[in-house]
């Protein structure tokens, strides 16, 4: 900045605007990196598997084809049509291409869905420990965040009482997360038809269901989805994306699946914001839902076996309890028997031990007490980096 530059003056609204912590922890572990410190990364939510490799050749296909000029905002036609076909058959419901939008990843279908949707004097109702980005998007678009408690006690499944006792008058919306980030709890079949069920006579609330994790489950779980229930079909929008399922985070692919007349606006914005999602990356996509999907089923045994390593290992750890999580590539361990709190036990765990995991507060106000951390990494390093937090905990 020259020395003439004048104050940086930002519109009131970028107060509103909170962040990812993750990236900011990450940012730190490569900085101590960077003084040769070594550094295992259990804090990123990110499969450690490459794209497989049919997507990957996909993508470069495409690429020699010419797929590298502008396409349609809301997406590729037949890409459209391959994900409606492919999000009918896995939630069991019929489902049109012209209720599917392609966005760069899954975050905009949030962004855009509050933005349509929310305002000043209305309220969205959130999990919480949940993924931050709802929150901090939430008071973005104006709205006033409620936060609905997601609780050991229950699984860290979502008890639907919550919900139902913070609707309002004011209720715009409501937000569900299954399989979740950042405890891996699983919303049962009951429990979702329980919030449904206080929904159907509230035409005027939304359902924003975030299913990121769909498809990494285990014990048998099985994904249950408001989509297909017809009192609530109309106002349910399903977010999905190919980062967790495919590996393809950096390929910055997802959708939404709503209403044609939602659709539409949620275009618009597309337009006014990105114009369209890379069309090569569209056809990597495009092969990774019609293609062969084995390497999705073994990432998700592969997960499985880390799953279970984590758990016990962390359950060794004095002062730690952790719960055997139901599904996508986290564990949310109580770490409240160390009698520090979740910021300052996650930074001495970094700092002292090299080991980066995130805090519970980095998810809300609820995750106090908790820290977070993914086994998207090897055994090995699970098991080194388990071992550094165990004798960190045992020297305080």
């Given at each position: ?28 572990a490569k900085a101590l990196e960077a003084e040769g410190r070594d550094i295992i990364h259990l804090e990123i939510g990110e499969p450690d598997f490459d794209t497989p490799a049919d997507i990957v050749a996909a993508g470069i296909r495409a690429l020699e084809e010419g797929w590298t000029h502008y396409g349609p905002a809301a997406g590729q ?12 058959r896995t939630r069991g419901t019929s489902v049109t291409a012209e209720e599917v939008v392609v966005v760069p990843g899954g975050k905009p279908i949030m962004f855009y869905a509050l933005l349509a949707l929310a305002e000043a004097g209305d309220e969205v109702i959130y999990p919480n420990p949940g993924f931050p980005i709802y929150e901090s ?260």
């Amino acid at each position: 900045m020259t020395p003439t530059a004048p104050p940086l003056r930002l519109a009131k609204r970028m107060s509103r605007l909170g962040t990812e912590t993750a990236f900011e922890v990450l940012a730190r572990a490569k900085a101590l990196e960077a003084e040769g410190r070594d550094i295992i990364h259990l804090e990123i939510g990110e499969p450690d598997f490459d794209t497989p490799a049919d997507i990957v050749a996909a993508g470069i296909r495409a690429l020699e084809e010419g797929w590298t000029h502008y396409g349609p905002a809301a997406g590729q036609p037949d890409f459209r049509a391959a994900i409606a076909d492919y999000v009918g058959r896995t939630r069991g419901t019929s489902v049109t291409a012209e209720e599917v939008v392609v966005v760069p990843g899954g975050k905009p279908i949030m962004f855009y869905a509050l933005l349509a949707l929310a305002e000043a004097g209305d309220e969205v109702i959130y999990p919480n420990p949940g993924f931050p980005i709802y929150e901090s998007m939430i008071r973005f678009s104006g709205a006033r965040a409620v936060a609905c408690p997601i609780r050991e006690s229950n699984g860290f499944a979502l008890d639907p009482q919550d919900v139902v006792s913070r609707l309002s008058d004011k209720t715009r919306m409501v937000i569900l997360n299954s399989p979740a980030n950042p405890t891996g709890g699983v919303t049962g079949r009951d429990q979702l038809e329980e919030v449904l069920a206080a929904l159907r006579d509230r035409p005027d609330v939304w359902i924003l269901s975030d299913e990121i994790y769909s498809r990494l489950l285990y014990d048998g779980e099985e994904h249950i989805s408001p989509l297909p229930d017809p009192s609530v079909r109309d106002r349910v929008i399903l977010l999905d994306g190919f980062s967790k399922t495919y590996a393809m985070t950096g390929w910055r692919l997802g959708y939404g699946v709503m209403r044609p007349e939602l659709a539409e606006m949620v275009t618009k914005l597309m337009v006014n914001s990105n114009s369209c999602t890379a069309s090569f990356t569209q056809r990597a996509g495009l092969a990774a839902i019609t293609g062969d999907q084995e390497p999705v089923e073994v990432m998700r045994r592969t997960f499985d076996e880390r799953r279970r390593r984590i758990v016990e290992l962390l359950n060794d750890v004095p002062g730690f309890r952790c719960h055997l999580p139901k599904g996508a590539f986290y564990v949310f361990p109580n770490i409240t028997g160390t009698g520090l709190s979740s910021d300052e036990l996650q930074r001495r765990i970094l700092d002292q031990a090299g080991v980066a995991c995130l805090a519970g507060t980095a998810f809300g106000s609820e995750g106090e007490g908790y820290l977070r951390f993914s086994y998207a990494a090897s055994l090995e390093t699970i098991e080194e980096g388990v071992r550094r937090v165990r004798s960190l905990v045992e020297s305080l």
